[in-house]
């Protein structure tokens, strides 16, 4: 009989090789709190990933934990596909009244499945069957999943190559200042557009990220999306804004793409929407286009009660008045004044971001890979993103105090200052 231990050797036997993040952090960790994590060694371990956005509001957060555990003590629904349930009908009730009214959105709410690569799938199904075609533009350095359909709007060379098979009816474009503002905005895809000559089988959607996180932090101009806005609607194309990673207020608002003052016809959420890290989607479109017959596009855990309470609590503590926004707003503020001054004293770096997502870039991609593993060995995790990982991306949680943002800054300082 194989005897298993408690250290890291279960996972090297039993678990398969695409595992990722525990090979950059090589420990065992045990439990976690507001922007803390900590091993079975008792190691503390400030954290500046937040389960890749998931976890907005920190770790294990008080206010959402007493929601759940409530909920779970007087026996509450955990999973009602979509059925009509009160847990269900308070997050509908709470997103309509603090997220969608305030903001003018008339949007309908779909619940597709789980996860964020879940509600890309129903966005991209929907805009083909409204439009009755199937190109969808996506963008250079985009990430939008890894099932099929997503990763066929997806840039990555890595990611796209492990489908194993053809992805298609996606058209790439670039993004913005892809070519370094050398070429005007759109003018490739405007043509392409106009030219019966093109080749180009017109599209049904257009998909893009207001920023790029697993691209490398690329942030689209406000200007740059509300010319895309009008592109979509000058050519009857769909606009759909990915929104999982940034959206419940990683760049300040809740929606990313608020300060463009644009109005998507469909959009993604994911990741942080229930707040608590537990799995949960949104596919939000306008009315008019909620063509899906009953049953056409479902899943078994599309109706996931125990995260439509933690994303209520969510909503009424965070999102019934504009503190949160204004505190992301000057904590990115903060973030960006320290690494304006990091990357004048360090040579090859330069930084980008918008509110508390920001992207040290490196000239060297080997260079933000050991500065990620000398971040980890001081006790701080983050971890890169890019093309080539050579952008070090920082995404504390919004609720990361002042004194722990400063902190997790000066091990990235040092970090840097010992990788030439």
């Known amino acids: 009989m194989t005897v298993i231990g ?11 090789e695409v595992r990722s993040y525990c090979r950059s952090w090589p420990t065992v960790f045990d439990h976690a709190r507001g922007s803390r994590l900590w091993s079975e060694e008792r190691r503390r371990y400030l954290d500046f990933f937040a389960g890749a956005g998931s976890l907005n509001y920190g770790h294990s957060n008080p206010v959402l934990k007493r929601a759940l555990l409530s909920y779970l003590e007087r026996d509450g629904i955990v999973n009602g596909l979509d059925m009509a349930t009160t847990a269900k ?6 997103f309509q009244d603090l997220v969608l009214g305030p903001r003018g959105l008339p949007y309908k709410v779909m619940f597709p499945g789980p996860t964020g690569t879940d509600a890309v799938e129903a966005a991209l199904k929907l805009a083909r069957k409204v439009k009755g075609r199937e ?3 996506s963008f250079t350095n985009a990430f939008h999943g890894m099932s099929l359909g997503s990763l066929a709007v997806t840039g ?26 050398r070429v005007p905005d759109f003018l490739w895809l405007e043509r392409l557009l106009e030219d019966s000559g093109s080749g180009l ?26 010319a895309l806005a009008d592109l979509c609607a000058r050519h009857d194309m769909l606009l759909i804004v990915d929104d999982v990673q940034m ?8 929606f990313s793409f608020e300060d463009a003052g644009i109005t998507p016809d469909i959009v993604t959420l994911s990741k942080s929407v229930s707040g608590y890290g537990l799995p949960m989607a949104l596919t939000l479109f306008s009315p008019e286009l909620d063509r ?36 992301t707003v000057r904590l990115g503020n903060r973030v960006e004044e320290r690494l304006s001054a990091m990357t004048r004293e360090h040579h090859g770096l330069s930084h980008r971001g918008r509110g508390l997502v920001r992207g040290i870039e490196f000239e060297d991609p080997a260079r933000a890979a050991a500065v990620c593993a000398r971040a980890f060995e001081r006790g701080l995790l983050v971890e890169t993103s890019g093309p080539t990982g050579q952008v070090v991306k920082l995404l504390p949680p919004l609720t990361v105090r002042d004194a722990e943002l400063d902190e997790g800054l000066d091990i ?8 030439p």
């Open 156 to 181: 990555n060379a890595f990611k796209r190559a492990g489908a194993g098979v053809p992805l298609v009816h996606g058209t790439p474009m670039p993004f913005d200042r892809y070519l370094d503002g």
């Open 6 to 16: 408690t250290s890291m050797s279960v996972f090297d036997l039993l678990e398969s």
């Open 247 to 254: 959206g419940c207020g990683r760049t300040g608002p809740f």
């Open 201 to 226: 089988d017109h599209p049904a959607a257009v998909i893009v990220e207001t920023v790029q996180g697993e691209g490398g932090v690329n942030v689209a101009g406000p200007g740059w999306l509300r």
């Open 89 to 94: 009908r308070d997050f509908l009730t709470a």
């Open 135 to 137: 190109p969808v533009v």
């Open 292 to 327: 899906w017959e009953p049953g056409e596009h479902n899943g078994t855990f599309r109706g996931n009660n125990a995260a439509f309470v933690t994303a209520t609590a969510a909503l009424h503590t965070y999102w019934a008045d504009d503190e949160l926004e204004r505190r």
């Open 412 to 419: 990235i300082d040092r970090a840097v200052l010992a990788t």
